[in-house]
T-cell receptor
Framework: KAGVTQTPRYLIKTRGQQVTLSCSPI?????VSWYQQTPGQGLQFLFE???????NKGNFPGRFSGRQFSNSRSEMNVSTLELGDSALYLC??????????????FGPGTRLTVL | GENVEQHPSTLSVQEGDSAVIKCTYS??????FPWYKQELGKGPQLIID?????GEKKDQRIAVTLNKTAKHFSLHITETQPEDSAVYFC??????????????FGTGTRLTIIP
């Protein structure tokens, strides 16, 4: 089975621009979660989507948004980029259908650099 | 919300020796505890996980123990090898109940195996 894929792998943007990152989950997985990883804050949960609906949300400003399509693929968008948004953005997929937290599998991440 | 503390932040062990990494969590409702290994330039890779109805789980050289009363869990790696060198993260989840895929991560432990 193919793993979680993320595109692009690397991205350079300037302050004020917006960016869209893409994630394709493992086949059969319906839940997609997004995390931000920085040296200072570590791994932080952004949001989770299941069946095209946002099911959980972390403590990030409204500039961070996402969506999920009917084939479970997900995108996240960051508008009005700030220098502090430079990070590795990780996507994780899971079945999302059990009565508790399912095992999550991570993609390789998208390295975003904001200049 | 949940808070996960991880110690130590760095750990160096001789090849062949054992390594132990410890984590504590704050929310007694958490019931799922995965461990991830992250190598340079890659996303976190699940190495072992444990649920609250189990006190210990082992997979070859890797074991995890959970003490729900004390709210801490530990990763044990025996017979360490150079390829075990990486950053290890613990995480906790489940406090929000059904359909919660939000993981709260520890700050990571950089493990170095000395040949």
């Amino acid at each position: 089975k193919a793993g979680v894929t993320q595109t692009p792998r690397y991205l350079i943007k300037t302050r004020g621009q917006q960016v869209t990152l893409s994630c394709s989950p493992i086949s059969g997985h319906r839940s997609v979660s997004w995390y931000q990883q920085t040296p200072g804050q570590g791994l932080q949960f952004l949001f989770e989507y299941f069946s095209e609906t946002q099911r959980n949300k972390g403590n990030f400003p409204g500039r961070f948004s996402g969506r999920q399509f009917s084939n479970s693929r997900s995108e996240m968008n960051v508008s009005t980029l700030e220098l502090g948004d430079s990070a590795l953005y990780l996507c994780a997929s899971s079945l999302g259908t059990s009565g508790t937290t399912d095992t999550q599998y991570f993609g390789p991440g998208t390295r975003l650099t904001v200049l | 919300g949940e808070n996960v503390e991880q110690h130590p932040s760095t750990l160096s062990v001789q090849e062949g020796d054992s390594a132990v990494i410890k984590c504590t969590y704050s929310d007694s409702a958490s019931n799922y505890f995965p461990w991830y290994k992250q190598e340079l330039g890659k996303g976190p890779q699940l190495i072992i996980d444990i649920r609250s109805n189990v006190g210990e789980k082992k997979d070859q050289r890797i074991a995890v123990t959970l003490n729900k009363t004390a709210k801490h869990f530990s990763l044990h790696i025996t017979e360490t090898q150079p390829e075990d060198s990486a950053v290890y993260f613990c995480a906790a989840s489940g406090e929000l109940g059904f359909g919660n895929e939000k993981l709260t991560f520890g700050t990571g432990t950089r493990l170095t195996i000395i040949p």
